[in-house]
């Protein structure tokens, strides 16, 4: 299947996103956050990124813009709860900034399935 790189700096949620990927057939890192993410797409790139938006250190919009800026072509799926802000408006702004599709938290195993077929090759 493919490889996916998963940012996210709530170990919880970021390791059951892990394990449901994981036994959806993909190959899955993760990190904890903006900083690392750049680090380890450029030592092994994926073929999705799935970038929270709200996350300590580095945000998720900067770290799309940093992708697309560095010349990344990889599809990035933006995540986000919202937290302070309403998420819709952060996801909306994420596809501005470069992500190709937006998924709210929480979101269903069937939802996030779906946005894998149209973002993966099959």
Known sequence: MAKILLVD????????????????????????????????????????????????????????????RNGAETKILAISGGGRVDARNLLSVAQQFGADRALAKPFTTEELIEVLKQLLPA
Do not use: C, Y
């Not at 994981?22 to 797409?41: C, I, M, S, Y």
């Open 9 to 68: 700096d709530e170990d919880s949620f970021r390791k059951m996103l892990s394990l449901m990927l994981t036994r959806l057939g993909h190959e899955v890192e993760d990190v904890p956050n903006g900083t690392t993410a750049w680090a380890k797409f450029e030592a092994r790139p994926a073929d999705l990124v799935i970038m929270d938006l709200i996350m300590p250190e580095k945000e998720g919009l900067e770290t799309i813009r940093q992708f697309r």
